[in-house]
């Protein structure tokens, strides 16, 4: 049961138009989103986050937007470079207890190859 | 700042054979968790733990073991390596639940 999914394994964009990922989860429970870019043969490195109580967050060329109705989130970067080419993963957090204690999890999408073309 | 080490880098096993991963991270963060990473299954949680000497299970925990004796270092251990364990290891740190979680380079095992 996968909650949290990129239906698209890839993306093909050219450099200085706009990069759009997607994002669908099904549980109503997270409350904070966060998207990961991982390169070759390294571990994914946080790009950036943003609550449910905001529906947008923006980082320079980074833009997270988050539609809390249609359990939707979207990372758009503009403009595209080749270096952002990578594989970019959404993870979403919902907090459950442990031992007395609230815990933030994070469940992963399976990722999205985005090729940025010069 | 080295920030988070994996130790080995590469590994091949022969099923049946035992390992541990070691995990080291010197952000002083209380979190550590160890998924793996599988073509079309995204990152997966392994085990996770909230401080020094506690650890509890993620999402796939069946045939590993952890432990977090120091609270920098988190080892998984695998008792007897089977195919099915063959995938890229990755250990990650953060410092609350909410913090965003910084991941090592990551170590990718082979079972035979």
């Known amino acids: 049961d996968q909650q949290v999914k990129q239906n698209s394994p890839s993306l093909s964009v050219q450099e200085g138009r706009i990069s759009i990922l997607n994002c669908d989860y099904t549980?109503?429970?997270?409350?904070?989103f966060l998207w990961y870019k991982k390169y070759p043969a390294e571990g994914p490195t946080f790009l950036i986050s943003i609550s449910s109580i905001k529906d947008k967050n923006e980082d320079g060329r980074f833009t997270v937007f988050l539609n809390k109705s249609a359990k939707h989130l979207s990372l758009h970067i503009v403009p595209s470079q080749p270096g952002d080419s990578a594989v970019y993963f959404c993870?979403?957090?919902?907090?459950?207890?442990?031992?007395?204690?609230?815990?933030?999890?994070?469940?992963f999408g399976q990722g999205t190859i985005l090729t940025v073309h010069p | 700042n080295a920030g988070v080490t994996q130790t080995p880098k590469f590994r091949v096993l022969k099923t049946g054979q035992s390992m541990t991963l070691l995990c080291a991270q010197d952000?002083?963060?209380?979190?550590m968790y160890w998924y793996r990473q599988d073509p079309g299954m995204g990152l997966r949680l392994i085990h996770y733990?909230?401080?020094?000497?506690?650890?509890a299970k993620g999402e796939v925990p069946d045939g590993y073991n952890v432990s977090r004796l120091k609270k920098q270092n988190f080892l998984l251990g695998l008792e007897s390596a089977a195919p099915s364990q063959t995938s890229v290891y990755f250990c990650?740190?953060?410092?609350?639940?909410?913090?965003?979680?910084?991941f090592g380079p990551g170590t990718r095992l082979t079972v035979l």
């Open positions: 952000m002083n963060h209380e979190y």
């Open positions: 549980n109503s429970m997270f409350d904070y």
């Open positions: 733990s909230v401080g020094e000497g506690t650890t």
């Open positions: 990650a740190s953060s410092h609350g639940q909410y913090n965003e979680q910084f």
């Open positions: 993870a979403a957090s919902s907090r459950f207890q442990a031992g007395g204690t609230s815990y933030g999890k994070l469940t």
